[in-house]
């Protein structure tokens, strides 16, 4: 099993910035990716941002150059660096790990708050 812990969601007015961590524990082997998704109220969960192993990166089209994604392969965590927020990435955040053995895990989520 592997437990993802989310820090760092919050209230932000638009134009500023938040950073999402995330950390992960448990029986891992290895992770092959780290990443993030949110959802809106009736939309299913979507992509932000992906990391793999070998640092390589995929990003969401509508958060592409405003949203850096990290990750410490020591530390196993991964972070979202997100800048000039907007009202519509107003979401939940999860935290998402693909590992070895094990298979994809999800964190509880956290609240993403931005006010026009």
């Known amino acids: 099993q592997v437990h993802l812990v989310e820090s760092g969601g919050g209230l932000v007015q638009a134009g500023g910035s938040l950073r999402l961590s995330c950390a992960a524990s448990g029986s891992i082997f290895s992770i092959n990716a780290m990443g993030w998704y949110r959802r809106t109220p009736g939309k299913q969960r979507d992509l932000v941002a992906l990391?793999?192993?070998?640092?390589?990166?995929a990003y969401a089209a509508s958060v592409k150059g405003r949203f850096t994604i990290s990750r410490d392969n020591a530390k196993n965590t991964v972070s979202l660096q997100m800048n000039s927020l907007k009202p519509e990435d107003t979401a939940v955040y999860y935290c998402y790990t693909n590992v070895a053995p094990g298979g994809d895990f999800w964190g509880q989520g956290a609240q993403v708050t931005v006010s026009s």
């Open positions: 990391i793999t192993s070998g640092a390589g990166t």
